[in-house]
C-alpha cells in the first residue's frame, strides 16, 4: 500500500514536469506581457523596452522557462507583477480559502446527495422519486453562475441572511472562535451555490446504482435468508451503491478546487478561482503560471487518492 | 419406450408415501404488461412430500422459477393468487414480517447464477454467520463462526478456515455453489428449492453439486423442489416430476412412470429431443417454435396445440383439464391420445422455427 503511494508519487514528478513546459507556453502565447498597457503611455517606449530586458522578458522560451523552474523546484515562484509580492505568499493566503470552501462544498453536496439518492433510488417511480429527479434535471439545465447571482441576489441582498463578499468579517482576530464562525458564515452561500447544482450528478448516479443494485441475484440472496427490507437495504444495497461515489471523491474534491472559479468571482470571496482570472486578464503572468500548475497537481493528487480510497473500500481491488 | 441411457442404478431411490410438506392449491402468480396482468403461473396445484425431490421441467419462459419464486415470496411486483400452505399457514397472505421468519429457516432456496449470489463485497463467513444471525440471536460470536466453518466443510469446501475469510470473486463458480448450498442448509430447513443450480456450471462440477445436495437431502430429511430444464439431471435426481409448459403443468408422475411411460406430447417431445448414441438419426428432433412471451399466451384451449400443428383440432379439449390416467399420474389435455411424432416430410422445411 505504502509502496504504491510512493511509487504514484515518483510518477508524477515527470507528470509534473511534463505540465509545467505546456502551461509555461501557453502562457508566453498569450499576447502581451505584464507591461502591457500597465505603464504610463508617456514612458519612452525604448524605457519600457529596457524594462523588458532587464526582467529577461526578451530572453528565449527556454532561458526564461529555465530560470523559472529551477526557482520554482527551490519553492520560489517569482513575484508577482500586480501585487509586488512573491506569488507563494500571495497564492498561501488564497490557497486555504479555496480548500475550505471545497470542503464545505463537498460536505453540503454529500449531505443533500446521499438521502435524495438513496430515497430516489428505494422509491423509484413514486412522486418523491420524480420530484428529485425533476430537481436533477433543473439542475443540470441551470448554469452555476446563474444560481449563484440568484442565491446571492435573494439570500445575501433581499433577505441579507448572509453575507455578499469576503472571506471573514473584518476586525475578528485570526485564531479566535468566532473567526472560525464568521468564516464559515462567509462560505456558506457560495457552498450552497455550488452544492445545489453539482449535487444533481452524484444524487442521479446513486440513484442509478441502487436501482442496479436492487435487480442483482445477491440481493434475492439476502431476501431468501429472511433478511428485512431495512436490512437488505442498508447492509447489502447501500454498500455496493456507494462504491462508485466513494471512489469519485478524490475527482470530485480536486475538480472543486478548480471549479469554484466563477462563485468566487461572484462573491468576492478572495480564493485562487478570483485571483486567477484576474491575473489572466492583467496578464500576471508567474501568477497564472503557478495556478494552473497548481490544479494539475491537485488533479494529479485526486486521482491518487481515488484510487487509494477505492482500493479500502472494494476488496476486489487491491493496489499491490 | 425408455429413452434414457443414463439412469443410471434406479433401485437407490425408494419410494415412499411419507406426509404433505407443501401444498400449493391453485396458484396464479401475474406480472403486469402494460398495464394489464398476465399469469406465468396459471392455476398451479402441487404437492411436495417429505423427504422427496420434486423436479420441475420445462423450457425456458415456462413459469419454473416465478413458481419458485412465488413459493418463497419473493416477488416484489407480482400479482399472486391461490394458496402455498406450508405447515398450515398460508405463505401467500403472510406478512412481510412472518415471511421473514421463514425464508432462510424452514425454507431456503438456492440460485442459478452462484457467480451473482453472493454479496461481492462481503467474506465468505459473514455471508453464511448472516443467516443463522437472523434466525437464531442467542449463539455467540464464537459458535457462529465455528458453526460456519462445520458448515463448510458440510459442503465440501476443503480449507474452511482459509475460505472463511475469502471473498467470492476468489472462488471458483463451483465453490460458490457450495457456499450457496451452505447458506441454504445453515438452519436446517424442511424445504429447500433449488432454482436450476447448475445450469451455470461445468458438467464436472455439475454431477458433484448434484451429489452434494441429495447427500444432504437424506441428511436433514428435506423436501426438494428441483428447478430445470436438464433432462439429464431430472432422472439422476427426482422422485417425482412435475413438466410445465406455458405456466401450466401438462403432466406429473413419478419418475419411473414418466421416463418410462410419458403421455403428453410436450413430455414426448421433450425426451425426443435428447440426443442418443444408440439411434442414428439423420437430424435431431426439435420441438416446434418457442413458448410465445408471456403477452401472447393463448389463454384458451390447448396450449401446445401451436407448436403440433400436424395434430387435429379436434384431439384437444375445449378447456384442457388435468386427467388422472394412472393413480399419480396426471396428464393435461385429451390430445395425448392421439399424438404422434410428424413425418419428416410434415417437419421439413421448418427448422424447428415455427
Avoid at chain 1, 446504482?209 to 427490507?229: H, N, P, V, W, Y
Wanted: glycine share 8%.
Amino acid at each position: 500500500m505504502w509502496k504504491i503511494i510512493v511509487r504514484r508519487l515518483l510518477i508524477m514528478i515527470p507528470q509534473v514536469f511534463l505540465l509545467s513546459i505546456l502551461v509555461f507556453l501557453m502562457a508566453k502565447a498569450m499576447p502581451g506581457d505584464a507591461l502591457t498597457g500597465m505603464l504610463d503611455p508617456n514612458i519612452d517606449p525604448a524605457a519600457i523596452e529596457a524594462m523588458r530586458e532587464r526582467l529577461g522578458l526578451n530572453d528565449p522560451w527556454y532561458i526564461q522557462y529555465w530560470n523559472w523552474i529551477s526557482n520554482a523546484v527551490q519553492g520560489d515562484l517569482g513575484q508577482s507583477f500586480n501585487f509586488k509580492m512573491p506569488v507563494t505568499e500571495l497564492i498561501g493566503q488564497r490557497l486555504m480559502n479555496t480548500v475550505w470552501l471545497s470542503l464545505v462544498t463537498l460536505v453540503l453536496t454529500y449531505l443533500i446527495a446521499i438521502p435524495l439518492g438513496i430515497i430516489s433510488g428505494r422509491f423509484n417511480d413514486t412522486w418523491g422519486d420524480r420530484l428529485i429527479t425533476g430537481y436533477t434535471y433543473v439542475g443540470f439545465a441551470a448554469p452555476l453562475f446563474i444560481v449563484a447571482l440568484l442565491m446571492l441576489w435573494m439570500f445575501g441582498f433581499y433577505f441579507s441572511w448572509f453575507p455578499t463578499g469576503g472571506s471573514v468579517a473584518p476586525g475578528e482576530v485570526p485564531g479566535t472562535f468566532s473567526y472560525l464562525l464568521s468564516k464559515l458564515y462567509h462560505m456558506l452561500l457560495p457552498a450552497l451555490s455550488i452544492a445545489l447544482i453539482t449535487t444533481v450528478g452524484t444524487v442521479q448516479y446513486l440513484r442509478n446504482e441502487i436501482i442496479d443494485m436492487k435487480q442483482k441475484d445477491f440481493i434475492l440472496t439476502a431476501r431468501a435468508k429472511g433478511a428485512s427490507e431495512s436490512r437488505v437495504y442498508n447492509r447489502h444495497i447501500l454498500r455496493n451503491s456507494l462504491l462508485p461515489i466513494a471512489a469519485f471523491f478524490g475527482y470530485e474534491l480536486t475538480g472543486l478546487i478548480g471549479g469554484t472559479i466563477f462563485v468566487e468571482s461572484i462573491f468576492s470571496y478572495p480564493g485562487m478561482g478570483q485571483l486567477f482570472l484576474g491575473s489572466i486578464v492583467i496578464r500576471d503572468f508567474t501568477v497564472v503560471t503557478a495556478l494552473v500548475l497548481l490544479y494539475g497537481i491537485a488533479t494529479i493528487i485526486g486521482s491518487l487518492l481515488s484510487d487509494i480510497i477505492l482500493s479500502i473500500v472494494d476488496p476486489r481491488i487491491r493496489i499491490k | 419406450m425408455t429413452r434414457i441411457p443414463f439412469l443410471k442404478n434406479p433401485g437407490v431411490r425408494v419410494m415412499n408415501l411419507s406426509e404433505d410438506l407443501l401444498q400449493i392449491e391453485n396458484l396464479t402468480t401475474s406480472f403486469k404488461i402494460a398495464g394489464q396482468y398476465y399469469a406465468a403461473v396459471d392455476d398451479v396445484t402441487l404437492t411436495v412430500k417429505k423427504n422427496e425431490i420434486l423436479a420441475i421441467v420445462g423450457e425456458s419462459g415456462s413459469g419454473k422459477s416465478a413458481l419458485a419464486f412465488s413459493i418463497m415470496g419473493l416477488h416484489t411486483k407480482a400479482r399472486i393468487e391461490g394458496k402455498v400452505n406450508y405447515k398450515g399457514q398460508d405463505i401467500v397472505q403472510m406478512s412481510p414480517g412472518m415471511l421473514n421468519k421463514v425464508r432462510g429457516k424452514e425454507m431456503s432456496m438456492i440460485f442459478q447464477d452462484p457467480l451473482a449470489a453472493l454479496n461481492p463485497l462481503m467474506i465468505i463467513g459473514s455471508q453464511i454467520e448472516e443467516v443463522l444471525l437472523l434466525h437464531d440471536t442467542t449463539l455467540s460470536k464464537k459458535q457462529r463462526k465455528e458453526k460456519v466453518l462445520d458448515l463448510l466443510a458440510k459442503v465440501g469446501i476443503p480449507r474452511p478456515e482459509h475460505t472463511y475469510h475469502q471473498y467470492p470473486y476468489e472462488l471458483s463458480g463451483g465453490m460458490r455453489q457450495r457456499v450457496i448450498i451452505a447458506i441454504a442448509i445453515a438452519n436446517g430447513p424442511q424445504l429447500l428449492l433449488a432454482d436450476e443450480p447448475t445450469t451455470a456450471l461445468d458438467v464436472t462440477i455439475q454431477l458433484q453439486i448434484l451429489e452434494l445436495l441429495r447427500k444432504l437431502k437424506n441428511d436433514m430429511r428435506a423436501g426438494i423442489i428441483l428447478i430445470t430444464h436438464d433432462l439429464g439431471v431430472v432422472s439422476e435426481m427426482a422422485d417425482r416430476v412435475a413438466v410445465m409448459y406455458a405456466g401450466q403443468i401438462v403432466e406429473i408422475a413419478d419418475i419411473y412412470t414418466l421416463t418410462s411411460n410419458p403421455q403428453h406430447p410436450y413430455t414426448r417431445s421433450l425426451f425426443n429431443s435428447i440426443p442418443t448414441v444408440k439411434e442414428v438419426k439423420s437430424r435431431l428432433h426439435v420441438i416446434q417454435g418457442i413458448v410465445p412471451s408471456l403477452k401472447n399466451l393463448p389463454r384458451t384451449g390447448c396450449r401446445f396445440a401451436a407448436r403440433t400443428p400436424w395434430i387435429d383440432a379436434s384431439a384437444h379439449e375445449d378447456n384442457p383439464q388435468l386427467h388422472e390416467i394412472a393413480p399419480g399420474h396426471f396428464v393435461r389435455c385429451t390430445c395425448y391420445k392421439h399424438f404422434h411424432f410428424p413425418e419428416s416430410a410434415e417437419e421439413a422445411g421448418t427448422d424447428g422455427i415455427a
